[in-house]
């Protein structure tokens, strides 16, 4: 069974500071890995993904995340973090032979002035 | 990207009514839906998988009785609370899965979410 783990829970960052969101995954072979953002209130919104290839990936918003298999780890990083990125951020896994997701716990992030 | 509807965005009903909340694929045509249940700051838990034309697999731990799901069409997932009560009030999301989307074999489109209120 696939899992996914997100050790944060509560991230605050500065506007203009770096911001790095951790996940962590188990599954038996190479996932599909996926970061969304939810801001309150709505549904969730792909930042982006990983499916093979080039193991840092770059999204919308200025974010990226990169694979590594060593570590099991898929982590979220953007240089410089504005306002409008407090949101909920979910990383999610998925099979290559199964269209469902599982969802980490989620890693809420706040930006302060 | 492909657009994903959810009708309404929020309803409030007395306990022991039914709700049905609508999943609508604006461009394309989703042979698959996933119907997800959000607790207030948690995770997304997967409900169940809506396939078109087909009956729709639910995860273990869900009622399908309570939680009644019909994909009529390429477009059109609902999702019926049955006999709703206080504990079932959540934030229902739904997603869709485009077949033509080259190269995603996983990618799912999000719903923006249905808030019910069960008073």
């Known amino acids: 069974a696939q899992s996914v783990t997100q050790p944060d829970i509560h991230i605050t960052v500065s506007e203009g500071a770096s911001l790095e969101l951790r996940c962590n995954y188990s599954y038996g072979a190479t996932p599909y890995l996926f970061w969304y953002v939810q801001s309150p209130g709505q549904g969730l919104q792909l930042l982006l993904k990983y499916f093979s290839g080039d193991t840092l990936v770059q999204g919308i918003k200025g974010f990226e995340a990169e694979f590594k298999r060593s570590q099991s780890s898929f982590n979220l990083r953007k240089p410089s973090v504005h306002w409008s990125d407090a949101a909920e951020y979910f990383c999610a896994v998925g099979p290559s032979n199964d269209y469902k997701l599982s969802f980490g716990a989620g890693t809420t992030v706040t930006v302060r002035a | 990207g492909a657009v994903v509807s959810q009708h309404p965005s929020w309803v409030i009903c007395k306990s022991g009514t039914s709700v049905k909340i609508e999943c609508r694929s604006l461009d394309f045509q989703a042979t698959t839906m996933f119907w997800y249940r959000q607790f207030p700051k948690q995770s997304l838990m997967l409900m169940a998988t809506?396939?078109?034309?087909?009956?729709?697999?639910?995860e273990q731990g869900v009622e399908k009785d309570k939680f009644l799901i019909n994909h009529a069409s390429l477009t059109l997932s609902t999702l019926t609370v049955t006999s709703a009560h206080p504990e079932d009030s959540s934030f229902y999301i739904c997603s869709a899965r485009d077949p033509q989307t080259a190269g995603a074999y996983n990618e799912q489109f999000f719903g923006p979410g249905t808030r019910l209120t069960v008073l």
């Open positions: 809506s396939n078109e034309g087909s009956k729709a697999t639910y």
